[in-house]
């Protein structure tokens, strides 16, 4: 299964489109959270999904899934790399009125050598890498976030407060 989820505050037409499209054309299952509609924001046709899910039902969501495909929304990237999913990510575009500020085009950009995380730019890109994501099968060859600290991330912090 595929999990879209694009945050609660603000419709995602571009991204919720392009995997609308794409479920049009494939037998995979796919469930999206949408959060926030307008009354003219793109509704799928093609795949099930809810406005809201608790935050037990997104847990599970993303524990079946496959691949997460969501925002560029740190929420959804750290839940993604915590359970060891791979993650296709689609930054919102403040320049489009996706979003207040471009700061998701920032994340993205952060994220993008990140094992585990793919980004697509545009919608356009959405259906072409779903497709080569699934066929790698990235989730069981990638591990989840260690609830641990790495030892360098350790040894960074304790050299930047001794400096201090």
Known sequence: MIFLTIGTQEPFDRLVKAVDD??????????????????ESHRPAHFAWEQFISADV??????????????????SIISALTWGKPVLIMPRRA????HRNEHQLATAEKFRHRPGVHVAWEAADVGGMIDRLLQADTAAAQGGLSPEASPELIAALRGFIQAR
């Open 95 to 98: 320049s489009l009125g996706e």
């Open 22 to 39: 794409w479920a049009a054309a494939h037998d995979v299952p796919v469930f999206g959270q949408l959060g926030a509609l307008k009354p």
């Open 58 to 75: 997104y847990q599970e969501k993303l524990q079946a899934c496959r691949l997460l495909v969501a925002h560029a929304g740190m929420g």
